[in-house]
């Protein structure tokens, strides 16, 4: 199967009304497109994130916590200390 046919398989039918809306967002878009293309960026270091890029997680070290029946003690369902919690998935 050739570009040509897989372009015909792929066409949308659309009502004058849709056919009006839809060209005026794509215009927007192009629009703001063609915008972003005139920026200018030179000098401008190349981001992948814009959180900086260090760890933040604290060190794992053993660290005082409640007592396991107390703990236990405030969840809503409990059985030979385990915390029940409500099936998720089937």
Known sequence: ????????LMQLRLT????????EQLTRILDHATQLQRVDIDGVDQTVT???????????????SLDRDVALSLAPQQANHLVIVPKVFD
């Not at 199967?1 to 015909?8: E, H, L």
């Not at 004058?16 to 060209?23: G, I, R």
């Open 16 to 23: 004058a009304d849709e056919e009006a809306v839809f060209t």
């Open 50 to 64: 814009p959180n900086p890029a260090f760890n933040v997680v604290r060190d794992d070290t053993p660290q005082p």
């Open 1 to 8: 199967m050739d570009i040509k046919s897989v372009a015909g």
